[in-house]
């Protein structure tokens, strides 16, 4: 058997083909992305932090006498009115992923900004939802955890507001590299999240106690 020569070095081996790969895309959408990876990931983590901390409401109310104790159920007005706030700001949030994905920067940038002041309103309603809970964090079981299940989903509000912030500053503005259209589609998808991490919320929050 001829044993295979060694090249010099600095030099291919001499059944080597060159590829060129000047002309492929330096970024990719979905599961092309390892953002799009990341982000499923942090999805997933944190449903499942959601999902314990509704056991822990139905727990602590299985171990009571009376639900809910020693308050009225929070009033339905501004819970009702943020989650219909946040079911309409699921469409600019598809425009702007759309937008994204086709590269459109001045289209991105004009969803954003819709998507920025759905999600102002939004924080400044979800501001009265706490003021009208009808109980305070540190009352007793109930109080605690209500505040904790609306604390908890406040702050994926707040940190995706941050970043939806960065982003439509980006877009406006720059440096805009074009793997940042990547971000602003998967700002969307995890605006998905929010949205939909909600409507079990509501229902743990304002209805349950109904029942």
């Known amino acids: 058997m001829k044993a295979a020569s060694i090249p010099p070095p600095g030099e291919p081996p001499g059944d080597a083909v060159a590829l060129d790969v000047r002309t492929l895309p330096s970024f990719g959408f979905g599961h092309r992305s390892i953002i799009w990876w990341a982000t499923i990931g942090l999805m997933l983590i944190e449903s499942t932090v959601f999902a314990l901390a509704v056991l822990t409401y139905f727990y602590l109310r299985g171990l009571a006498a009376q639900w809910p104790t020693s308050a009225e159920p929070p009033d339905l007005t501004w819970g009702t009115v943020n989650t219909l706030v946040l079911l309409a700001s699921l469409w600019p949030a598809h425009l702007a992923k759309a937008a994204a994905e086709r590269c459109d920067r001045r289209a991105a940038a004009r969803w954003m900004d819709a998507c920025m002041a759905f999600t102002l309103a939004f924080l400044a309603i979800r501001w009265l939802e706490f003021m009208h809970l009808n109980i305070s964090w540190s009352s007793n079981a109930y109080g605690s955890i209500l505040w904790f299940l609306l604390g908890l989903h406040t702050t994926h509000l707040v940190t995706d507001a941050i970043d939806s912030a960065v982003l439509t500053v980006l877009l406006h503005t720059g440096p805009f590299e074009g793997r940042r259209h990547v971000d602003v589609s998967e700002n969307a998808v995890y605006w ?14 304002y209805l349950a106690p109904r029942f």
């Open 192 to 205: 998905y999240f929010v949205v939909a991490s909600w409507i079990p919320i509501y229902a743990v929050i």
